[in-house]
């Protein structure tokens, strides 16, 4: 661990640069997100695929979508899915792995793997984190083949069929590789 936290503000708030002990010097880089897309998924009701010894499987058909960001947005293409593990404790491990095609014609393959948590198992819930892996082509998309991305997860206007995706690149010091503009050719 690069850092101890030292709170000097309120109960729960995030330490800042100021209140981080650094362990080795210079202190570490620093990560920020950079919104990438959000995306509106429509699902067929989930299919149960029985227990396992890790918990229950399920399978949730993806039917559809879109998705809209900066210099990107189209549409999510049916025959995906979402397939999930309830856990003994809980926890809802997802990987949805489907299709996304830009309104300029290239198709991006997602695979999106995270965890989902909700102690009443009902949305909203306390933890709905994924961590998305994209195959996009050569050209304008590129980009999101050399960076990581993490995302949030809510309940789409549908309720159970159909959720909201929200995505973030990780970017290091402010600076996400390749610039967003130089990737769009802006």
């Known amino acids: 661990m690069p850092w101890n936290k030292r709170s000097t503000g309120p109960p729960g708030a995030p330490p800042s640069e100021t209140t981080m002990t650094h362990l080795i010097s210079p202190p570490m880089p ?10 509106l998924v429509t699902l067929q009701p989930e299919e149960v ?3 396992t010894h890790k918990g229950q499987r399920l399978r949730v058909p993806i039917t559809g979508g879109r998705f809209q960001g900066q210099g ?3 549409r999510i293409l049916p025959g995906g899915a ?7 404790d809980g926890r809802l491990e997802i990987e949805a792995i489907y299709d996304m095609q830009t309104e300029d014609g290239a198709f991006i393959h997602v695979r999106n793997k995270g965890l989902w948590y909700s102690a009443n198992n009902q949305w909203p819930a306390e933890y709905a984190v994924t961590h998305p892996v994209f195959e996009a082509p050569q050209g304008p998309y590129e980009w999101m083949n050399t960076s990581l991305f993490v995302g949030t997860v809510g309940e789409g206007p549908d309720g159970p069929l159909s959720i909201r995706l929200a995505v973030y690149q990780v970017c290091m010091n402010t600076q996400c590789l390749p610039p967003l503009a130089t990737a769009l050719n802006l």
Request: glycine fraction near 14%; charge should be negative; charged fraction near 20%.
């Open 72 to 74: 990107l947005s189209g």
């Open 82 to 88: 979402d397939w999930q593990l309830l856990r003994t």
């Open 30 to 39: 620093g990560l920020d997100l950079r919104f990438a897309y959000e995306a």
């Open 49 to 51: 695929q029985g227990h």
